[in-house]
Nanobody, 120 residues
Framework: QVQVVESGGGLVQPGGTLRLSCSAS????????MGWYRQAPGKDRELVAV???????YYADSVKGRFTISRDKVQNTVYLQMNSLKSEDTAVYYC??????????????WGQGTQVTVSA
């Protein structure tokens, strides 16, 4: 069983930055993929960024060039640096560990989510 805890959300103005963190604990071995997903009000949850154990990274087209995912394999922590934030980035952001389907995050362990609000 993997416990997943996110932090770092909040309110930021358009054009601002935020950094999300996610720590996995309870089963430190066998962590392969670590990723971020988000769900805006009235919309389905979607992939934001994911990194694999082989250090491959994948991003949603909407965040490419603005968001960066990084990972500390020793600490079992994954980060999401979000720059040039837009109002459409407003959502609850979820961390996911070891998704079997990277696009949906299904099969993985989810955190409780952290709210990101981009507003003037």
């Amino acid at each position: 069983q993997v416990q997943v805890v996110e932090s770092g959300g909040g309110l930021v103005q358009p054009g601002g930055t935020l950094r999300l963190s996610c720590s996995a604990s309870g089963r430190s071995f066998g962590i392969h993929t670590m990723g971020w997903y988000r769900q805006a009000p009235g919309k389905d949850r979607e992939l934001v960024a994911v990194t694999t154990h082989g250090d491959n990274t994948y991003y949603a087209d909407s965040v490419k060039g603005r968001f960066t995912i990084s990972r500390d394999k020793v600490q079992n922590t994954v980060y999401l640096q979000m720059n040039s934030l837009k109002s459409e980035d407003t959502a609850v952001y979820y961390c996911n560990i070891n998704a079997r389907n990277l696009n949906s995050g299904s099969g993985g362990s989810w955190g409780q989510g952290t709210q990101v609000t981009v507003s003037a």
